[in-house]
């Protein structure tokens, strides 16, 4: 495969931190973005990877790989991110020459991973239900060249199961209702064992998903909530805390230098005055004192605010001779 952009290629622009644009280079067609006008043009015959000078800034241009397209992608149902889906392709053991089933289609975020890993010899067969869905999603395979390790059916699985008998190594269920299809799923795993995951939302769907993996012989049921926590890692600036004589000494001299005793016969209101000059020249003493010396650290920071519950991810695992 080439590694150079043509004219049709699907590109992903990477504008910044989650600011990704999905396009299709076109000779002669213009695409704005905030760094201004990109030229398909200055795209066609560049390598993926280059950087793209637009009329006020930069971009870059890179191919469609999992990661990026699950970040780029048009939304046409709720997706799974990779955090789920990276300890869904280790727990199913996905790897090439694997056979998969999954259910539903969506937004296909989650499919263009299970592909990558299964390729160059195995295969994922997905369904869905709508219509327009599973279409859309068999589009973007073949313009992302990944005809071949895919089929995708318009079905729905849970009144008609998967069509096929014995040949899975694993399924992966991303429905309303996954307990619904635990019988059509031991049919289309292969009788030497294979492994199951679903996705749910909510506990209620997991516990019912949990009893009728039980009642189905499934074992090493197991549920998981996979969460996130990215840290950023950054020098911040301080003030040196300085604990030396010089430094208590210098605020001494400043407040003695300032400082009026108040005089034994004074009453109170001269008592008061001086308690007044006494705090306004503390304060002057403390803008007199010399800037003090900064020094770096490196420090760890944890998320401020975070992608919170998504959803549970059972895995479960069944050997039927
Ligand atoms: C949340 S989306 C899946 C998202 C997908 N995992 C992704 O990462 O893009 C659930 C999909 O399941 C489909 N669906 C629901 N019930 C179904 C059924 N009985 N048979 C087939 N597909 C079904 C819905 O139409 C929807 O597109």
């Known amino acids: 495969m080439t590694n150079l952009i043509q004219e049709g290629s699907k590109v992903i622009l990477y504008l910044g931190y989650n600011n990704l644009h999905v396009i299709k280079a076109k000779a002669n067609e213009v695409y704005q973005t905030k760094f ?23 971009v870059h241009a890179l191919s469609v790989i999992p990661e990026l397209w699950t970040l780029a992608l048009p939304h ?5 991110y990779m955090a789920d889906i990276s300890l869904i392709l280790l727990e199913l053991d996905i790897k090439p020459g694997s056979i998969v089933i999954e259910a539903g289609t969506g937004s296909g975020s ?23 869905r599973s279409n859309l999603a068999r589009n973007e395979f073949e313009e992302h060249g990944l005809s071949q390790f895919v089929t995708v059916q318009h079905r729905d699985v849970l009144s008609n199961g998967f069509e096929h008998e014995n040949i899975a190594d694993a399924v992966f269920l991303d429905l309303p209702a996954p307990w619904n299809a635990i019988e059509h799923v031991m049919k289309v795993l292969k009788k030497t064992g294979g492994r199951l995951c679903t996705f749910s939302p909510c506990i209620e769907q997991v ?22 926590r990215i840290h950023e ?42 308690t007044n000059k006494k705090l306004k020249n503390d304060s002057e003493a403390t803008t007199k004192r010399q800037p003090q010396e900064t020094e770096s650290t490196l420090t760890a920071i944890g998320p401020l605010v975070m992608p919170g519950h998504t959803g549970y991810l059972t895995f479960a695992y069944i050997k039927q001779e």
């Open 36 to 58: 201004g006008a990109l030229k398909h043009n200055d795209l066609i015959g560049k390598e993926f990877g280059s950087k793209i000078i637009c009329t006020k800034g930069y």
């Open 76 to 80: 046409r149902t709720q997706i799974l």
């Open 110 to 132: 989650l499919s263009h991973s299970i592909i990558r890993s299964l390729r160059p010899n195995g295969h994922l067969y997905t369904f869905e239900f709508h219509e327009l």
């Open 207 to 228: 516990q019912r998903t949990c009893q009728r993996l039980h009642m189905n012989n499934f074992e090493e049921i197991n549920t998981v909530e996979c969460l996130r």
């Open 233 to 274: 890692f950054r020098y911040q600036h301080r003030s040196k805390i300085r604990f030396t004589a010089d430094q208590n000494q210098e605020e001494i001299i400043d407040r003695k230098s300032n400082k009026r005793e108040p005089d034994d016969d004074d009453g109170d209101e001269e008592e008061e005055t001086t």
